[in-house]
């Protein structure tokens, strides 16, 4: 425990600043309209004479509030405006990015752009650009997460680390929010926007050895509840207290959404036809097989009520709803245009925005769930260990698909059908494929927001066998 | 630009700030790359803006926007101003600084050759000679090369007085090479992993890497890698090479030293650090012969942890971390030196770009050169495994427990380097590892490596850290953990 803490919790209770005359009010930044993003894209198609020419206008409006030691220590705002442009000329494309906006740095961006694509030998995959698209509608901008105010967050982190204080703990963790515009338009007549926004809460209570985190995030910040999250996270908090130190090797583990999210997210680039076509995929020459259980059901469904996101992939195509893996065997990837070509496959509208290494990947990962809540797998477990949280997960073998990494901020062995005691971490060493074939029981999806992967819909999990290979001294 | 960031001091202070600082950052960045023989990223992006960190009523506020106009910088200011007001919502006392002085000054790295002015051709040219090296062993199933240039120029003014007008240029490369067989995907990557080597240079810095030099050779072990036997399991001895110390140096060394970890500052995202303030001047870290410093100063090399004044206007510096195996020093800026009683700031707070908050970062962290000569050290070593290129890495978030795979290992017999081993790891207890060294090679031997990719903070922040590190000894270390069955 450091001084710094510990003078922390002595200090007095949040009060409210006084506030001094400096000027007039500040108006809160804004995003740019549709129609402003518009007129700006057509500038620059004007300004190419290349064979093709694609825009992509990215805005966005982003603020983060930072406590830690049970005070705000950092708060940042940012309004970030990027013009990116694709030229193709006589079968060769490349991109160049610039957030100025007036005609010479645009003029300049054009230019830089097709100096690029000249510099460098035909691409025989490279496709004339899509024509105009439809796609699905979805509905993920929310005015009450666009307009929240620095004020609204530190008023929510004061009552956090007011009641921390209370309970003799220290709160550290974020609250944030934003709202973010895309534009894509090409000289084929390609025109997709998206407009969504995003709010996200994330705590840590400390206690002298113990500590528990929890997290959510969503477009609408009216579903993001700070004061519910930190009593949740203070509960495991005062669950942990005193870890005991328990032996590593094979456990049944039960693993709380956040850490299955973590796990399972590594799997998202196999699923691309490149990773494939490049024969790095965990599942080149397992596609068709049995490799996870039956109850391993899995697709990308940008259009799900829990998803967030543009329905649109990097060339302006529709994403499409794709089927993954049915009853533990993967059945289909996910193709850009040109991977789709090359496979013999039809686009899913998946790709990155070109040009790039990697082709396409599934953003929109959802699991299909059980109907059994984590207290009734931790009522049906005899002897186990129940994570929270996983941390720093690495890939020790790409194709066994063996992950590495620590458990953190909640670990607690199960005895008995009951929660026993809170534990020293472990290091596991873990073949994903092996674990989402020990599945037991699964929970319901819920969508998971943790540190290592980009938001999914998955469900808790009961898994047999987990690997812990050594333990940490905390 | 510098009146911008002069203008934006103006506002701050005009709306009741107490201190400011802000920056304006104007980045370059060039990307190429190719996998099999086919160009694959080829791009450019700049990106102007500006920066203001204010403290008002005791609390910190930080805005940032790309419109550098008056209306702009001044509703930029206006806004940091009015985030500090909003901290002081949940504030539990006033943050104080350590002193520094006003500087005014210039700083450039020095560099050769202007990688931006080098013809694309000439730089895809290399990449793709690379590239069809590798293809050209039989086996290979990918081949990938990367190049990034970076070039950032910078205006920084405090409110102290400071006006600082910093230029760097940073350049890399790497490549790849990948063999999928049976059941296994197996790589080598040349001259580090992640990207290869990056450094505070020109194009100087790619004509010495000589890529295509070493491809042929990368590529065949790849693939020999296949047929050669597992890394054991147990206690052993072990010799990592420069690139892959440099990395264990980031993990188990660079971040615990933080002092804004260490204060718990990082405890929901990053985490916090086993070297609490009790331990300073007391904690064997090491072994007597482990001498470690961080070095942001040019006469350190040319590292991507290498300035002339850190983003809060604090001149580069070199802090002994290590000396003599013991404990000695941590990463310091302004705030957290005044926490902690030190007279200053030990000048470290650098950001990504402007529309970031600077925050405690690695200079150059790196272990100074010992005496032996690599030859010497290899015959003086009975049984050991040599472990090359970093694989994968993850460490507990104190920084005590860590494991590394590397992707290629030799065994060392009777003071000889004899046959591959694949998919070697080790793994340890941070204090117990370092304390376990008992041999480091001299300067000749000793790479200042780039780290491009270090991640903290939030919103996240991704920096370059400077390593330096020549092949080191280290005894009783549990290996094979990584591919255990059981």
Same mark, same amino acid.
């Given at each position: 425990m450091s001084p710094a803490r510990k003078s922390a919790r002595r200090s007095s209770a949040p009060r409210t600043p006084s506030r001094v005359t400096g000027g007039p009010a500040v108006a809160e930044p804004h995003l740019p309209s549709d129609a402003e993003l518009r007129r700006l894209a057509e500038r620059v198609l004007r300004f190419s004479d290349a064979d093709e020419t694609e825009v992509e206008i990215d805005a966005g409006v982003d603020a983060l509030t930072r406590f830690a030691n049970n005070t705000i220590h950092q708060n940042v705002a940012e309004q970030t405006l990027t013009v990116s442009v694709r030229t193709v000329l006589d079968g060769r494309t490349a991109r160049a990015t610039t957030n100025k906006t007036d005609d010479e740095s645009l003029r300049r961006a054009v230019a830089a752009s097709a100096a690029l694509a000249r510099s460098q030998p035909k691409n025989p995959d490279l496709l004339p650009m899509p024509r105009r698209q439809k796609y699905p509608q979805v509905q993920r901008y929310f005015p009450a997460t666009a307009s929240a105010t620095p004020d609204d967050r530190a008023r929510a982190v004061a009552a956090?680390?007011?009641? #921390?204080?209370?309970?003799?703990?220290? #709160? #550290?963790?974020?609250?944030?929010?934003?709202?973010?515009?895309m534009l894509l338009v090409n000289s084929s007549g390609l025109h997709a926007a998206h407009r969504q926004t995003r709010a996200e809460f994330s705590v840590t209570m400390l206690e002298g050895d113990s500590s528990g985190w929890a997290k959510a995030n969503s477009p609408d910040l009216r579903q993001i509840h700070p004061e519910t999250l930190a009593a949740a996270a203070g509960e495991k908090s005062a669950a942990s207290r005193h870890p005991r130190e328990v032996a590593p090797g094979r456990w049944t583990v039960i693993l709380e959404p956040a850490a299955v999210l973590d796990l399972v997210g590594f799997l998202f680039y196999d699923f691309a036809g490149t990773a494939v076509l490049d024969q790095r995929s965990c599942f080149n020459n397992r596609l068709g097989k049995k490799v996870m259980g039956e109850n391993i059901t899995l697709r990308d469904d940008v259009t799900h009520p829990l998803q967030s996101g543009a329905p649109f992939d990097g060339e302006g195509m529709p994403r499409q709803k794709v089927l993954l893996v049915e009853r533990g065997v993967p059945k289909n990837l996910v193709y850009a245009r040109a991977t789709a070509k090359k496979m013999k496959a039809k686009s899913t509208g998946h790709g990155f925005a070109l040009p790039n290494d990697f082709g396409e990947a599934p953003m929109n990962l959802v699991f299909d769930g059980g109907s059994t809540s984590v207290e009734e797998m931790v009522a049906s477990t005899d002897r186990g260990i =129940? =994570?929270?949280? =996983?941390?720093?997960?690495r890939e020790v073998d790409p194709y066994e698909k063996v992950l590495t990494g620590m458990t953190r901020d909640g670990s607690f062995l199960v005895e008995n059908g009951r929660i026993a005691a809170g534990i020293r971490n472990f290091r596991f060493n873990q073949n994903i494929l092996e674990m989402l074939s020990n599945v037991a029981q699964l929970g319901p999806a819920v969508r998971a927001a943790g540190e290592e992967s980009f938001e999914m819909v998955v469900p808790s999990m009961k898994v047999g066998n987990f690997h812990f290979t050594e333990v940490t001294k905390f | 630009m510098q009146e911008w960031a002069n203008l934006a001091l103006d506002t701050a202070r005009v709306r009741g700030a107490t201190f400011a600082d802000a920056r304006v950052m104007d980045i370059r960045l060039r990307d190429l790359s190719t996998k099999n023989g086919q160009v694959g990223t080829l791009s450019e992006s700049e990106s102007l803006g500006l920066g203001v960190r204010v403290m008002t009523e005791g609390c910190w506020g930080f805005s940032s926007t790309s419109r550098l106009t008056r209306e702009g910088v001044q509703a930029c200011a206006a806004r940091a101003v009015a985030i500090a007001r909003a901290s002081a919502l949940a504030k539990r006392h006033d943050v104080v600084l350590v002193p520094e002085q006003a500087w005014v000054d210039t700083w450039q790295n020095p560099f050769i050759k202007d990688p931006f002015a080098i013809p694309l051709e000439r730089q895809l040219d290399l990449l793709l000679a690379a590239d069809a090296e590798m293809r050209r062993v039989a086996g290979v199933t990918l081949a990938e090369t990367s190049m990034q240039f970076r070039r950032i120029e910078q205006w920084y003014a405090s409110s102290l007085g400071s006006r600082i007008h910093q230029f760097k240029m940073q350049s890399g490369a790497g490549i790849v090479a990948t063999s999928f067989a049976g059941n296994e995907i197996q790589k080598r990557s040349y001259p580090a992993s992640f990207g290869g080597q990056h450094q505070l240079a020109g194009y100087e810095l790619i004509e010495s890497l000589d890529l295509v030099a070493h491809a042929p050779r990368l590529a065949q072990e790849a693939v020999a890698l296949h047929q050669a036997p597992m890394c054991p399991e147990g206690q052993r001895t072990i010799i990592l090479e420069s690139s892959q110390l440099g990395l264990q140096i980031h993990e188990s060394i660079g971040h615990p030293i933080e002092l804004d970890r260490v204060l718990g500052m990082e405890a929901n995202f990053a985490g916090m650090s086993f070297l609490t303030l009790d331990k300073l001047g007391k904690l064997r870290y090491a072994s007597d012969i482990v001498n470690v410093v961080a070095d942001a100063r040019l006469e350190h090399g040319p590292g991507l942890g290498t300035f002339g004044y850190d983003d809060e206007g604090v001149p580069a510096q070199c802090t002994d971390i290590i000396k003599g195996g013991l404990f000695t020093?941590?990463?310091?800026?302004?705030e957290t030196a005044a926490a902690i009683a030190l007279r200053r700031s030990g000048g470290t707070m650098r950001a990504e770009s402007w529309n970031r908050l600077p925050m405690i970062r690695m200079t150059n962290v790196s272990l100074?050169?010992?005496?032996?000569?690599?030859?010497?050290?290899?015959?003086?070593?009975?049984?050991?495994?040599?472990?090359?290129?970093?694989?994968?890495?993850?460490?507990?978030?104190?920084?005590?427990?860590?494991?590394?795979?590397?992707?290629?290992?030799?065994?060392?017999?009777?003071?000889?380097?004899?046959?591959m081993l694949k998919n070697p790891s080790y793994s340890g207890i941070t204090t117990e590892f370092w304390n376990s060294c008992d041999a480091i090679c001299s300067r000749d031997h000793w790479t200042l490596w780039g780290t491009p990719n270090c991640g903290k903070g939030q919103p996240m922040q991704t920096m370059g850290t400077g390593h330096g590190a020549s092949p080191s000894r280290f005894r009783n270390v549990r290996v094979g953990v990584a591919f255990a069955k059981s």
């Open positions: 956090v680390v007011g009641r #921390a204080e209370k309970d003799g703990r220290t #709160a #550290a963790g974020i609250f944030s929010t934003g709202a973010s515009a =129940l =994570l929270t949280r =996983l941390w720093y997960i | 020093g941590y990463l310091s800026d302004r100074l050169p010992g005496e032996w000569r690599y030859d010497d050290l290899i015959a003086d070593t009975d049984d050991a495994i040599l472990m090359e290129t970093n694989r994968s890495w993850s460490i507990d978030d104190r920084r005590y427990h860590f494991q590394f795979s590397t992707e290629i290992g030799w065994e060392i017999k009777g003071g000889k380097k004899t046959r």
